[in-house]
């Protein structure tokens, strides 16, 4: 059984930062790949960033070059530090597991933590 569970979400004005990190715990040895997915309200969810076990990164277009995914795994946390915050990045956000980085794959997931930016 895995356990996700998301911290640091808030509110906070366009063009500032936020941190998010996800908490893991359990049998999380089989999970290759960590995500972070965000739904907007009225959106479908989608995947915002992925980190591999060998550290290899995915980003949506939408957050290139603003968002950054790392984990630390002597901690079991996982972290995505967004800067240059838009409103348009208002979303609930979830951590997400898988065995594969492909946004499809991802099946355990956290209770999502709220970002609003204004």
């Known amino acids: 059984h895995v356990q996700l569970v998301e911290s640091g979400g808030g509110s906070v004005q366009a063009e500032g930062s936020l941190r998010l990190s996800c908490a893991r715990s359990?049998?999380?040895?089989?999970?290759?790949?960590m995500g972070w997915f965000r739904r907007a309200p009225g959106k479908e969810r989608e995947g915002v960033a992925a980190?591999?076990?060998?550290?290899?990164?995915t980003y949506a277009d939408s957050v290139k070059g603003r968002f950054t995914i790392s984990k630390d795994n002597a901690k079991n946390t996982l972290y995505l530090q967004m800067n240059s915050l838009k409103p348009e990045d208002t979303a609930i956000y979830f951590c997400?597991?898988?065995?594969?980085?492909?946004?499809?794959?991802?099946?355990?997931w956290g209770r999502g933590t709220q970002v609003t930016v204004s």
């Open positions: 997400a597991g898988s065995w594969v980085c492909r946004w499809k794959e991802f099946n355990v």
């Open positions: 359990g049998d999380t040895l089989r999970l290759n790949c």
């Open positions: 980190i591999g076990n060998d550290e290899s990164t």
